[in-house]
């Protein structure tokens, strides 16, 4: 947003003068040229902090056709982002069974979204990450830093994303950034748990550094059976 402001003032400096001469049409274009600017200092901030690529997705309703083009946004969670994240985590649930939280329990705190996105949102050791396309959010990764002297070092990590956006760098994307902010914060422990019999995960973290540093036996209940979580952690020196 910076990197407008210089233009901005020699836009408005000029402006006067312009509209003395009798080139009117240049003035009008000037002005508009200048609501523009306007525009996008309000989209930076709206966004604040944001990275855009396009990424390739397979059209999963008609594979034969050629593949799409997405644009991904990533962004901080904002607080009217409310209530379209509490319908993401009930459609995550809904897709996979590797979400700690049920899709009727999603269903049942959706209520409560307003006020936990507020409580994320004013939280300083807290960090949300949304990815979206076209507007509508289709993955995350959360963050949440140790309170307290002995663990303030540490912080646990999430992520979640869309099925239909699985392998598609969706999630290496919001992963990348959200290490980056670890890393900014001097944060030299980063942790997670993963379900021992969700294979890709652990691959995907591992690409990043991530090692397996223990098991918690029958940790989890999971349609009657119990499963092991796989305890990761990545190591910044």
């Given at each position: 947003a910076a990197t407008f402001l210089p233009w901005k003032r020699l836009l408005r400096k000029n402006v006067d003068a312009i509209e003395d001469a009798t080139d009117r049409r240049l003035a009008a274009d000037v002005r508009r040229i200048s609501r523009e600017v306007d525009r996008l200092l309000a989209e930076a901030e709206r966004t604040r902090d944001i990275l855009v690529q396009m990424l390739p997705v397979e059209n999963r309703d008609d594979p034969e056709t050629t593949r799409l083009r997405v644009r991904l946004y990533l962004s901080l969670l904002r607080q009217n982002d409310a209530a379209e994240f509490a319908q993401l985590l009930i459609k995550l649930s809904s897709e996979t069974p590797y979400t700690l939280l049920s899709e009727s329990?999603?269903?049942?705190?959706?209520?409560?979204?307003?006020?936990r996105t507020r409580q994320l949102i004013e939280a300083?050791?807290?960090?949300?990450?949304?990815a979206t396309d076209n507007?509508?959010?289709?993955?995350?990764?959360?963050?949440?830093?140790?309170?307290?002297?002995?663990?303030r070092h540490a912080c646990s990590l999430m992520t979640g994303v869309l099925r239909d956006y699985?392998?598609?760098g969706v999630a290496s994307a919001l992963l990348q950034r959200a290490l980056r902010w670890v890393e900014q914060r001097g944060i030299s422990r980063v942790e997670l748990t993963v379900m021992e019999n969700n294979a890709p995960a652990i691959r995907f973290y591992r690409k990043?550094?991530?090692?397996r540093e223990g098991v918690k036996r029958n940790a989890l209940i999971v349609d009657g059976a119990a499963v092991n979580e796989i305890c990761m952690a990545r190591i910044f020196c």
């Open positions: 329990e999603n269903r049942a705190l959706a209520s409560t979204q307003p006020e300083p050791a807290q960090q949300v990450l949304v507007a509508a959010l289709i993955g995350f990764v959360a963050l949440s830093q140790g309170g307290f002297e002995k663990n699985w392998r598609q990043f550094g991530f090692q």
